[in-house]
Every structure is written in structure tokens, then in C-alpha cells.
């Protein structure tokens, strides 16, 4: 018998909020499926989505590759760019967009008529035709990428003098989205509308966050990233995701435990009365966080119960004192729709980002309403 625990990609709901962003902006959006897209697996998600995506976005060159390998159509966009120069002539051949954030990479550009040609263009003597399609992107107040506002009217007529550049994207990149309460996100928005005014060119500002809790921020392009898998980033979800990923396992033995024993590494939990406890086939090799405490959530055959004891490698324990019908087989849900990822993560010190990129090891199995996959 196959180990029970894998994860469950309902691809209808990856679809839902997909439309769910692109509604709420207006204009177009990109799909985000960097880190394989969270975890959920790019190119199954991005198929899923190719007939009504507007794009896909992804963090580096060999992520973009891979989709345009499998047969992904339509713009794809390189949001940290390209790290050197020969890397421009793949983003060329392969229609890619790619976003400029520092001084080397507008120097790479400017200098592109000099780029050695890709392996595959120098044997079959070819070279790339297609022209660049450039996100120049401002620093607002991320402190991390982008070009100085002080700085972005160059940027912009430097790239504008490039007869190798079609059509340039002005962008930034929020830091604080996820916390309405602040005004950091508004201060980002003004500066960067004062540092691009009078720039030719769409713009795009908005991530998942500025989707949901920033209209002002609302322009051309949008780039929703975690709220397509249905982990809203907000303090306060106003609801309407799906959670697309459902990690889960089952039990697979029982201990009773009497008070005063102590179960698993570092005898973290130690009974208070008479506990039964079900073992459960996923651990922290499998992608859930080996820092979740005690009492954090799991359901158990659709109840709610909690986690006990610490964290092994390729097992967890639950407390099923209070489900006398629960035994070897029951399923375990550790995040899904009745167990919000959110939670867990907050349990463990940690955003559902990471515990959704984490997941490795398990089975991905795709349901969209007309069948079920394994990938």
C-alpha cells in the first residue's frame, strides 16, 4: 500500500481567484507561478489557467524556459531579470518580458548588439528577432529593487533609445500591502506616480495584498501571486478565495497515553489525563513546519482537533481523545479548506508562503472538476 499523504491542487479554485484578482483590479493580470508556483506545480497551474490568464510571471530565466518548453504561449514575464548579458538573447528568441530593476542590467540592454548568442542560435546560425518588452521598475520604498525615483526618467530615456526596446512597463513593488493600517503602501503609490509622471508607458504596482486592500494603487497590469492559491495575505480576509492546495495524510497507528507520559522528541508533550493518540504519515521532510506547537489545528475525518508533540521527519502526532470514531485510516487534513493555512503558519512563526513553497516529497494530485492526476 502507497503512503496515504500527498497534497490535493484543485485547479477550479486556482481559476476562481484568478478571476477573483483580475476583477477586483481591473485591467490585466499577470499569474505568478514562481517557486513552482508555490508549491502547487507551475506548469500544471499554468495550463490551467492559459485560457484565461492574461500572462504568467515567474522569478528567473530557467523558471520561463521551462513553460515555454512545455508549450507555454503568451507573454511571461522575469521579475528579477537577467543576471548576465548572454541571458538577453534567450529572453529574446523566447518572446520573454523582463523586468530592468538596476544600473548592470540597463547597461546589458544598451549593450545587447555585442551579446554572445545562446548555444542553440550559434549551431544552427540563427539569431533572435523579437524585440524587448522592458518593466523598468522604481524603488518606492521597498529598499530592495529598483532604480532610485530620483533616477527613473533616465532609466526610462536610456531604455526609450534602445532600438532593441519595444515597449517599456513602469513598475514598483509594494513592502507593507498587507498592513492596511499603515501608510507606508499610500506613500509608495504618491512617490512613485510623482517620480514616472509624464513617462510614457503602462503601469503596474499592485501584488496580492495591493489587489485586495489598495485600489488607489490599481492600474494596467496587476501581479497576484499568493491569493491564486487561496491564502489571503491580509489581517482581515473579506473571504471569496478557495484554498487550492489541501496538504493531507492518515493515520496510520494508535497509542494511549497515560498521565504523566511524554510522547515524541524532546518530550515536548507530556499527558494531563488519559490521551489517544493517532500517528499520522507526513512530517517535516514532506513540507509541514517542524516548529508547529502543540495545539496547533488539523481535522481528523472533517473534525477539528489539534497536533501534539513535536514534529518528526516523516511523521506528526494528533490527539484523538475526543474522537472515539477515529482510527487507523482516518484522514488527516493539516491545511486545506477546513484548516486555513494561515493559521498553521501563524502556529509556527512563519506566512503561508513558505509553508505552501515548502511542500515537496508528497504526491501532487490535480482535480478540476472533470478528473484527478498524479504529477
Keep these: 500500500m502507497a503512503r496515504p ?25 499577470f499569474a505568478v507561478l514562481k517557486a513552482n508556483a508555490y508549491g502547487h506545480g507551475a506548469l500544471r497551474c499554468a495550463r490551467a489557467l492559459a485560457d484565461v490568464a492574461d500572462g504568467f ?24 531579470g537577467v543576471f548576465e548579458a548572454v541571458e538577453l538573447r534567450d529572453v529574446q528568441a523566447h518572446g520573454l518580458w523582463t523586468v530592468v530593476h538596476h544600473e548592470a542590467q ?4 544598451e549593450d545587447a548588439a555585442a551579446a554572445t548568442p545562446t548555444k542553440a542560435e550559434a549551431a544552427s546560425g540563427t539569431a533572435a528577432t523579437q524585440l524587448l518588452q522592458v518593466w523598468l521598475k522604481a524603488d518606492s ?7 532610485a525615483l530620483a533616477d527613473m526618467a533616465a532609466a526610462h530615456a536610456r531604455l526609450s533609445a534602445c532600438s532593441q526596446v519595444e515597449q517599456i512597463v513602469l513598475m514598483t513593488h509594494f513592502a507593507r500591502a498587507d498592513e492596511p493600517s499603515q501608510a507606508a503602501t499610500a506613500r509608495q503609490i504618491a512617490a512613485f506616480d510623482v517620480a514616472t509622471a509624464g513617462l510614457p508607458g503602462l503601469r503596474s504596482l499592485c501584488n496580492s495584498a495591493g489587489v485586495l486592500a489598495w485600489p488607489a494603487g490599481h492600474r494596467d497590469w496587476a501581479r497576484p501571486g499568493i491569493l491564486l492559491y487561496g491564502a489571503d495575505p491580509m ?12 496538504l493531507e495524510s492518515e493515520v496510520f497507528a ?3 497515553l497515560q498521565p504523566g507520559d511524554a510522547l515524541g522528541y524532546g518530550a515536548r508533550f507530556v499527558a494531563d489525563r488519559p490521551t489517544r493518540v493517532g500517528l499520522v504519515a507526513i512530517g517535516y521532510a514532506d513540507g509541514y513546519p517542524r ?4 495545539g496547533t489545528p488539523v481535522a481528523v475525518d472533517g473534525r477539528l482537533s489539534r497536533l501534539v508533540g513535536r514534529v518528526s521527519m516523516d511523521m506528526l502526532t494528533v490527539d484523538l481523545t475526543d474522537l472515539p470514531e477515529a482510527g487507523i485510516g482516518s484522514r488527516v487534513e493539516l491545511w486545506g479548506a477546513q484548516v486555513d493555512v494561515n493559521v498553521v503558519a501563524r502556529a509556527a512563526g512563519t506566512v503561508s508562503y513558505e509553508l505552501l513553497c515548502n511542500v515537496k516529497r508528497v504526491p501532487l494530485v490535480y482535480e478540476d472538476g472533470r478528473d484527478a492526476r498524479s504529477h
Excluded: C, Q, W
Design 5 to 29: 499523504s500527498l497534497a490535493r491542487i484543485d485547479l477550479g479554485a486556482l481559476r476562481h481567484n484568478y478571476a477573483l484578482a483580475r476583477r477586483l483590479h481591473g485591467g490585466r493580470a
Design 235 to 246: 489581517p482581515e480576509p473579506a473571504g471569496g478565495l478557495k484554498p487550492v492546495m489541501t
Design 254 to 256: 494508535l497509542r494511549t
Design 291 to 294: 516548529i508547529a506547537p502543540t
Design 141 to 147: 520604498g521597498m529598499g530592495r529593487a529598483g532604480f
Design 106 to 109: 540597463l547597461r546589458m540592454i
Design 57 to 80: 510571471a515567474v522569478a528567473f530565466l530557467e523558471e520561463a524556459l521551462a513553460l515555454r518548453a512545455a508549450g507555454i504561449e503568451g507573454p511571461i514575464l522575469v521579475l528579477e
